[in-house]
């Protein structure tokens, strides 16, 4: 198979692949980008893998950092852009299942191949558009196939996160798993206890983002990698019920995990914990707790002028987006306009401030400054009063009186 008319971005790359064959070297571009083309999906990274030894990669070229060179990989940076140039190599035995003891370097481009993950990702492309097939991956493209290369329980054994790359794979693609593919899966699920948390995080986060996630939260569950995920071991039906929703597009990672917590049914103490033993950062754990915190008063009531002020205009959009997923419509542009509406949006907006306080009413600072800010700030949200700061300072002067008559006297 030959490609007529290649994207831009291999096109500009051509030039890297030219320079290594002129050397006497092969040179193909290989990976991901490879196979989205094929399907006619926007790529991504560029990668090139040749028959070159990483020091005859820099002697190739000026300009090169070692990122990875004790894996053959040198970053070529070539006019404006920067290239991996990954050596053929070959892996000795995966004692941790994550990382080869030992990499050799090698000359064939069928080695090299040899120890990809799936065969749609085992496809080699040279700068002319001719596509090097040696393992079927153009007929398992055809028939939408999700094949691993050659002994699926050898590749599953080298680096165990190649089944949650697969179950990502599905989402993203619609492929169906082979069948000797998806019992290997299946067998060697516990595997995933050997991978770091983070890793797992990377695929299972692209999973729910994906395009056909419903097909792939089946797959995971049928496979029982779930099992092996932070907190999921007991949610298997759990994460059926997910995978019955409304098939639209998940655009967010916090809208992905405000989807699953809410399916999960954790309570709000919960939330935290569980998004902290998947390692999410603490701005996403901060906007998922917000988020699953409004959708269940979503699922309950409409907005109130209090629980849009609240919420602020980032979460309340994440809800909103929701919101179809649950049976129920959401009014985006209606619930923006009316948080627009509202009289402030932060405490900042007050017509007074703790500095206005403490010059009106001669006092030191203490927790009343805080208490009165708070009941300037609600009753104006709930517009009781006007955002004026003659109105305020009138409101805080009959608050405070009100409170201080409010106290036991002491005997």
């Known amino acids: 198979m030959k490609l007529n008319n290649l ?5 500009q790359a051509a030039p890297l692949l030219q320079k290594i064959e002129e050397a006497g070297f092969e040179a193909y571009f290989v990976g991901g980008s490879v196979r989205d083309t094929i399907l006619n999906q926007p790529i991504h990274d560029v990668d090139i893998a ?8 820099k002697a190739l070229f000026p300009r090169t950092i070692d990122i990875g060179i004790e894996h053959g990989t040198v970053l070529v940076l070539w006019e404006q852009e920067q290239y991996e140039i990954t050596t053929f190599r070959t892996e000795a035995a995966y004692q941790d299942f994550r990382r080869p003891d030992k990499v050799d370097f090698v000359r064939s481009l069928q080695e090299d191949l040899k120890r990809r ?3 749609i990702n085992a496809l080699a492309l040279q700068k002319d558009g001719q596509i090097i097939d040696l393992f079927d991956g153009l007929a398992d493209l055809d028939n939408q196939v999700l094949r691993a290369v050659g002994n699926p329980q050898e590749r599953f054994h080298e680096d165990a996160l190649r089944m949650m790359r697969g179950v990502r794979f599905v989402s993203q693609l619609g ?10 899966i299946q067998e060697n699920h516990a595997l995933l206890a050997k991978i770091s948390v983070e890793r797992v995080m990377i695929e299972f986060v692209k ?3 994906g395009t056909h996630r419903n097909q792939a939260l089946k797959a995971f569950v049928a496979t029982e990698c779930y099992q092996y995920c932070p907190g999921l071991r007991p949610y298997g039906e759990a994460l059926l019920r997910m995978a019955d929703l409304p098939a639209l597009p998940l655009i967010k990672e916090e809208a992905a995990w405000v989807l699953l917590l809410d399916q999960l049914h954790l309570n709000a103490h919960e939330v935290r914990p569980f998004l902290k033993a998947w390692k999410c950062s603490n701005a996403c754990i901060r906007q998922v707790q917000a988020g699953y915190q409004f959708l269940l008063m979503r699922k309950a009531s409409d907005w109130t002028d209090s629980t849009l002020y609240q919420a602020g205009m980032t979460t309340i959009e994440l809800v909103e987006s929701l919101l179809p997923f649950i049976g129920q419509d959401g009014c985006l542009n209606d619930v923006e306009a009316r948080y627009q509406a509202l009289p402030i ?28 800010l708070q009941q300037l700030e609600a009753s104006v949200v709930k517009r009781d009063i006007a955002n004026q700061q003659e109105a305020l300072l009138l409101f805080a002067q009959a608050y405070l009186e009100h409170a201080e008559k409010s106290q ?3 005997k």
């Open 7 to 11: 994207p831009e971005a291999f096109v």
């Open 175 to 184: 492929f169906e798993l082979e069948a000797r593919t998806f019992l290997a």
């Open 117 to 119: 993950d799936f065969t």
């Open 207 to 209: 999973m729910l983002l």
């Open 408 to 410: 036991p006297k002491a």
């Open 50 to 57: 040749t028959s070159a030894f990483p020091a005859e990669v």
């Open 345 to 372: 949006h932060q405490l900042q907006d007050l017509a007074v401030n703790g500095r206005d306080l403490l010059r009106a009413f001669d006092r030191p600072s203490g927790p009343w400054l805080k208490d009165v």
